[in-house]
């Protein structure tokens, strides 16, 4: 219903006397009003008539307000009242006033003056009616009950608490599967418990339980286990507490807790009480996390941590037998290939079958052990010497290199092993493992499919990369690079419009270090990333120049390794950001890709290289016809060079099968729009060759090494224009 606002009023005046329905004049000293204002209670007056109301001192304290800091009117009660609250207040005034309701008494919520939620009792009575019986005048009182709230809703939460705690115990005893049994070993007799027969899966009419009887149920090494316990206890022992083996009426083995009191008189035992848990899901759950903690799922090889925990022991049984073990790391060669080229599950059958290869060509005694990925280790344990080990080596080669037959599919991978001894190479575990995976690197180094024993020259090796890593982080620091440019040449006119961008480094006390000797360590560690981006950063601003002053259309070749396609650019760091921000076209520029680049391209790195070119940047092949599937990835790709490897140019002669290579590579190029680019052209007669085959560009010593930019500029004035 429609209701005119609330309004309380104070003092609290009494009923006219006339029965207009009209407020008397405030009686001074009331002494029902003090009594309730003194007893803690904030005091209400409604005046149905004007809608008036008003409300006590005590009633504004009790809100945390002064007195004269809520003012009259419906207001100060509406505004401060939990709006959920609202529709109670309504109904209830409503249910009182029209008779249907003999009370009004009702709680809300208050906000109080540091914004939290008060509880009030309200109550109310009609103090003044019309000659017609219409209420005129409410009076009443509000009452803080904020804490008889407070702890109402503590013991409902505690009896809640109660409530949940008895049905969990009630649940567990249910699901417990706890059973009994009482053996009088006075009278012979076996008593069991209802749950000790469903337990074991049977019935009383179909099993009457005896001494003798009982024992069938127990597996024979539970059986001795308990026996032996039983016979060596004494009266002030505590209960036996063991897990044995059971065998159910159905034949089925489960395990349980047994916890057996012996009763005993006169140092004879004359009962025996036990209590019966079932805890086979328990345990197999136990044995199943072991299981996975411990093997590779997808093998069911010793993972990591076993193979740890195994060469821990056999550490310590070699020291004391004063024999050596070996350590021998397995990495599947070409297994990527197989991933990319048929799909996971493919690679997964791999995986399989080389673990069962593996483990097929080992003792019962040495462990095989897959590390994640495509890694396998073997631990080669109890040697006398290692005089036998190339042997069981070949064995392993031989072993992955045979054809694995994947569903239809044919795939040949090999393997690359890596080999340390103990304790010879080492003594402790980590050392044992850095030396096996150097080891296995300078096998696939030294072409794969093959075996390699560590030997301190490698350790030497990877501590002088350490150090030439930390020498590159300084020397990018400190500016000790320089790039040099390289002159590509037309073959057809001599005319020198592009050129590649090349890096040297002046070490301070080493002297000039060649590329070939830092960039692998650069890409190793990362570091690629930040050199190449200085390199490409050099070239934006010297070609910049150079379509000033040389040529309008001059181009720069930027090597980009596989390494910063990977990496993530900051916003406003990307190659076209960069060109755009000096204001040049991308077509200023060749990025020079590597053949690796696009075998192992993921999703990021292929949009990456799009973007490329989708900013107008060309591409370059670089090393082309080296790899196993240049082919393949020119038509996935809008390559705008290729460039020929210098290996097929350096024995160019006129019948010979590496020319009829490069004029196969420029036809091929040439019908697919690209242009070439020979590497490594250092005779005439190599340049003419390539010249008649149609190669477009040559680049070589013929020509010019990479040269500081004066000597550059001074060459390309010099050539055909």
């Known amino acids: 219903m429609d209701m005119e606002p609330f309004e309380f009023s104070l003092p609290i005046a009494s009923p006219d006397a006339t029965g207009t329905g009209l407020p008397l004049p405030p009686e001074t000293g009331n002494p029902w009003r003090l009594a309730l204002e003194g007893s803690g209670m904030g005091v209400w007056d409604w005046n149905l008539v004007t809608g008036d109301q008003s409300h006590s001192p005590r009633w504004k304290d009790m809100l945390g307000y002064a007195d004269d800091e809520i003012g009259p009117g419906a207001q100060a009660f509406f505004s401060r009242l939990h709006p959920d609250d609202l529709p109670r207040v309504e109904a209830a005034s409503a249910a009182y006033l029209s008779g249907h309701a003999k009370d009004y008494t009702l709680d809300v919520r208050m906000r109080h003056k540091n914004g939290g939620w008060q509880w009030v009792l309200v109550h109310g009575m009609v103090v003044s009616r019309d000659a017609q019986g219409k209420p005129l005048r409410l009076i009443g009182t509000h009452t803080d009950i904020t804490e008889r709230k407070l702890t109402e809703e503590h013991l409902r939460s505690l009896n809640q608490e109660l409530a949940d705690k008895t049905q969990r115990l009630q649940d567990m005893q249910a699901m417990g599967r706890i059973g009994g049994w009482e053996l009088d070993l006075v009278a012979g007799t076996v008593v069991w418990t209802e749950e000790m027969y469903r337990i074991l899966e049977t019935t009383p009419q179909d099993y009457q339980p005896t001494a003798e009887s009982t024992s069938r149920f127990i597996a024979p090494a539970s059986f001795t286990r308990i026996m032996a316990a039983v016979k060596q206890a004494k009266p002030q022992d505590p209960a036996l507490d063991m897990e044995l083996e059971l065998i159910t009426a159905k034949g089925r083995n489960l395990w349980v807790q047994m916890v057996l009191t012996l009763v005993w008189a006169q140092d004879q035992q004359v009962k025996r009480l036990a209590m019966v848990h079932d805890i086979t899901e328990r345990r197999n759950t136990a044995n199943a996390i072991w299981q996975q903690a411990h093997f590779d799922s997808l093998t069911g090889l010793p993972n990591r941590r076993m193979l740890r925990d195994r ?411």
């Not at 996971?344 to 052990?369: I, P, S, W």
């Not at 890694?375 to 006398?384: G, K, N, Q, S």
């Not at 080492?426 to 030294?446: C, F, H, R, S, V």
């Not at 020079?592 to 999703?603: F, K």
């Open 311 to 721: 060469l821990e022991q056999e550490i310590r049984k070699s020291r004391r037998d004063h024999r050596q073990l070996a350590i021998l790391f397995i990495d599947l060669d070409h297994f990527k290939e197989v991933n990319d080229t048929l799909g996971h599950d493919y690679g997964d059958q791999l995986l399989v079958e080389a673990a069962r290869r593996l483990r097929g060509c080992m003792r019962e005694t040495d462990t095989v052990a897959r590390m994640g990925g495509d890694e396998f280790t073997v631990l080669l344990t109890e040697l006398t010497s290692t005089s036998h080990l190339e042997g069981v080596l070949q064995k392993l080669l031989d072993a992955l290199a045979a054809v694995f037959q994947l569903g239809d599919e044919q795939v040949f991978v090999s393997g690359s092993i890596g080999v340390t001894v103990y304790p010879s190479d080492g003594t402790d575990i980590e050392n044992l493992y850095k030396n096996a995976d150097q080891a296995m690197y300078a096998a696939k180094a030294a072409g794969r499919n093959r075996f390699s024993f560590f030997t301190p020259a490698m350790q030497e090796a990877v501590l002088s990369r350490v150090r030439l890593v930390a020498e590159l982080r300084a020397a990018l620091a400190e500016r000790q690079f320089r790039v040099e440019y390289q002159p590509i040449v037309d073959l057809a006119t001599g005319a020198v419009r592009k050129a590649e961008a090349l890096i040297r480094w002046q070490h301070p006390t080493r002297g000039p270090i060649g590329p070939a000797a830092f960039i692998p360590a650069a890409e190793a560690s990362g570091l690629i990333v930040g050199l190449g981006e200085w390199i490409f950063r050099e070239a934006v601003e010297q070609v910049a120049l150079w379509r000033g002053s040389l040529d309008p259309d001059f181009q720069i070749s930027v090597n980009k390794s596989p390494v910063q396609f990977q990496h993530q650019p900051a916003v406003g760091e990307s190659w076209i950001e960069q060109l755009s921000a000096k204001g040049l076209a991308g077509g200023c520029i060749v990025a020079e890709i590597t053949e690796g680049l696009l075998l192992g391209s993921s999703a990021a790195v292929t949009e990456r290289l799009q973007s490329l070119l989708t900013g107008g940047v060309q591409v370059s092949l670089d090393d082309f016809g080296t790899g196993y599937s240049s082919l393949s990835y020119l038509h996935k790709f809008d390559i705008d060079f290729v460039k020929i490897d210098k290996a097929f140019v350096a024995n160019l002669t006129p019948a010979s099968t590496d020319l009829a290579l490069c004029k196969a590579i420029i036809v091929m190029a040439h019908e697919l729009g690209m242009m070439v680019v020979a590497e490594g052209v250092e005779t005439a007669r190599q340049r003419d060759l390539l010249l008649s085959a149609g190669c477009d560009f040559g680049q070589g010593y013929l020509f010019a090494a990479a040269l500081p930019v004066a000597e550059f500029e001074a060459y390309c004035r010099s050539a055909p224009r």
